[in-house]
């Protein structure tokens, strides 16, 4: 099984930040590669696919890279709705697995 | 508009088997482009990503509960249904649904995302 790792694992930036969110996979996945926004008690939300695509309705300041095994999720001038939990998943195989994912406080 | 909603127990006692009921609406269950799959979330913890089912009723399970995992559809009723068996309190999670959809990629394969996610149904398991 493919396994995706997180880094940092929680981090803590001010309003109109640059924050970058790093995820890797044990193995190369090409660009096969999920973000997800997680607010507290909700669902989770798609940000992201095929590691750079945005989903609709998904503001700019969000934007994804990286191909094989290496990959970011950048928020260009962070907000206070942006408080959250954020999740990689790849989607190259099954079981299509998570990230333990990187919680964003501000 | 597309929606998915989660129905199961709340309470389940351990080694008992929880069945929950996906109702999907705003999209059918024989679209070949899309599928449903099930997540879960234990209180404080990350996803964990455990099956997904699709319109050919080709089936994927997570590699550690699949012996308990089974996955299936009502393509009539809109309904995908997950059943675990041999509950336990580490089982004890909010389960989510979420519509699977696909665009093509290169080289004939696609890309798989989880567009549209239900609101979770939460199930504790203690005796």
């Known amino acids: 099984d493919i396994q995706m790792t997180q880094s940092p694992s929680s981090l803590s930036a001010s309003v109109g930040d640059r924050v970058t969110i790093t995820c890797r996979a044990s193995?190369?996945?090409?660009?096969?590669l999920n973000w997800y926004q997680q607010k507290p008690g909700k669902a989770p939300k798609l940000l992201m696919y095929a590691a750079s695509t945005l989903q609709s309705g998904v503001p700019s300041r969000f934007s994804g890279s990286g191909s094989g095994t290496d990959f970011t999720l950048t928020i260009s001038s962070l907000q206070p709705e942006d408080l959250a939990t954020y999740y990689c998943q790849q989607s190259y195989n099954t079981p299509q697995a998570f990230g333990q994912g990187t919680k964003v406080e501000i | 508009q597309v929606t998915l909603k989660e129905s199961g127990p709340v309470l389940v006692k351990p080694t008992e088997t929880l069945t929950l009921t996906c109702a999907v609406s705003?999209?059918?269950?024989?679209?070949?482009?899309?599928?449903v799959s099930w997540i879960r979330q234990p209180p404080g913890k990350a996803l964990e990503w455990l099956a997904h089912i699709f319109s050919s009723d080709e089936k994927s399970y997570s590699t550690s509960l699949k012996s308990r995992l089974t996955i299936s559809k009502d393509t009539s009723k809109s309904q995908v249904v997950l059943t675990m068996t041999n509950m336990d309190p580490v089982d004890t999670a909010t389960y989510y649904c979420?519509?699977?959809?696909?665009?093509?990629?290169?080289?004939?394969?696609?890309?798989?995302?989880?567009?549209?996610w239900g609101k979770g149904t939460t199930v504790t398991v203690s005796s």
């Open positions: 705003g999209f059918s269950l024989s679209n070949a482009k899309v599928g």
């Open positions: 193995q190369s996945i090409s660009t096969y």
């Open positions: 979420a519509r699977l959809t696909s665009v093509p990629a290169q080289y004939y394969s696609y890309y798989f995302y989880m567009d549209v």
